[in-house]
């Protein structure tokens, strides 16, 4: 069977990317930060083409990359939190909200959004994930965006 293969690769050029950032837990959410920008510097986005814009916690993640995402001026978006589980059931609500919301961004704007919400049961998970053990999700989510660039542009042509 021979099929047409389409795939997206991770070499973009010129492109703008926004970068929505959690303050909550803000030592981890800016190991996150470092492990995107690095990600996408080594693989030829310019520092100039990438906006950090911060916000108070995670909840408030999808409203600024709504904002973001209705400027046009962006071709992706990736969204970077931390939420830890505590005693009560907050950590649902905040987690199931936030992915729903991040969500819904991508799918009205047709745009990429990178997925970099931490949901972990420890403030230790978290740090692994954050540039430790686990490596750094932020580069990971990095990588995906690039890829979903890419992707995007080609289904966009078909």
Known sequence: MQVNKIEGTFNVKDVRIGIVVSRWNSFITERLL???????????????RIDAVYCPG?????????????????????CL??????????????????TRGISDVMLKYQIPVGFGLLTTDTIEQA?????????????EVAMTILEM????????SL
């Open 127 to 139: 740090i692994e994930r954050a540039g430790t053990k686990a490596g750094n999700k932020g580069g």
């Open 81 to 98: 939190g931390v939420v830890i589980r505590g005693g009560t059931p907050h950590f649902e609500y905040i987690a199931t909200s936030t």
């Open 149 to 156: 660039i890419s992707l995007s542009g080609q289904l966009d």
């Open 34 to 48: 470092e492990g995107t920008v690095d990600t996408l510097r080594r693989h030829g986005i310019e520092e100039s």
């Open 58 to 78: 995670s909840f408030e993640i999808p409203l600024v990359a709504s904002k973001l995402a209705e400027t046009g001026k962006f071709d992706a978006l990736i």
